[in-house]
């Protein structure tokens, strides 16, 4: 996991360099409403890919992937289809594809090189924790949004996630009990993938929510030996971010700010989603867990699990 994140800045460069591919992708997409779909790591993916097209004035609503397939809410061929997805393999994400084809569907599958994908991130990763993949997906989504008329530049992108892997930030050690993320905006997606993280890495019971939906009910949980991790974009919802870590603090539960300034913060996704990836790394090897197994190295957890496909 640590050597596939060093290698996010040159990733990201590299993709940067080369928007022909989203390009190409844009001129399926133009003039349509846009479903964004995924599972896990992609539904949150999803959701940033939604706000940065809704910035660029694209209609764009993101669908977990198991609902697209099983509730009805699926593109017509009037819409497209942007489906998001590391190897190409999920079971639901699939469903959708092979729906929308029948339908004669628009679709864009964005996915890691080699896994069939229209529009290409990053080499496979050896960890079952995504990282560059998920960083990649982010890049080609603001790419495509670009296309369609955003006027986010991209140039900085690489520099401040390489500042965020240098570790700047705060330092996160395991908590007493709770591991809580919050943000604002798209960073609630932010901090949803950063409990994802921690909880695939280092086995830590974590919850990322949403700042206002987690001052209205689940900040009566937060108590002493929790801790917060509040991610500030800069944006309009900051405010609200730091207005609730503080509460919290006065509470005594333990807070980590981690602030991104340097860019617009539609774009501080990307450092603000490293810095969760390495809070995740460092709690995993502070606890001795191993990030890169998906937990099917604890006694059991095959059996149990082993059955379900993906």
Partial sequence: MRQTMDRQPADLRRIVADPAPAQRAAERLAGRRLYIVGTGTSWHAANH??????????????????DAA????????????????????????????????????????????????????????????????????????????????????????ADAVAAALAGAGPRVAPPGRLLEFTGAGSNQWTAAEGALKVRETA?????????????HGPSVALQAGDTLVALDGGGPGGERVREIAAAAGRFGVTVAHVVETGLPEPLSI?????????????????????PDSFGKDRPGAVEAWGSVGL
């Fill in 270 to 290: 990307f450092p603000l989603t490293v810095a969760v990836q390495r809070i995740a790394l460092e709690v995993a090897e502070a606890l001795g867990t191993n």
């Fill in 203 to 215: 086995y830590v019971a974590a919850e990322g929510l949403a700042v206002e939906q987690l001052y």
């Fill in 70 to 157: 099983l509730d009805g809410r699926v593109p017509t061929a009037a819409d497209a289809l942007v489906l998001l997805t590391h190897r190409n393999t999920k079971r639901y994400a699939t469903i959708v594809r092979d729906r929308a084809a029948a339908l004669g569907v628009p679709t864009v599958i964005v996915s890691g090189i080699g896994a069939g994908g229209d529009v290409e991130t990053v080499a496979p990763e050896t960890s079952a924790a995504f990282t560059a993949s998920h960083l990649g997906c982010l890049a080609r989504l603001a790419q495509i949004a670009g296309a369609l008329g955003g006027t986010l530049d991209l140039s900085g992108v």
């Fill in 49 to 66: 890919g939604a706000y940065l097209l809704r910035d660029a004035g694209v209609d764009a609503v993101a669908v977990q992937a198991m």
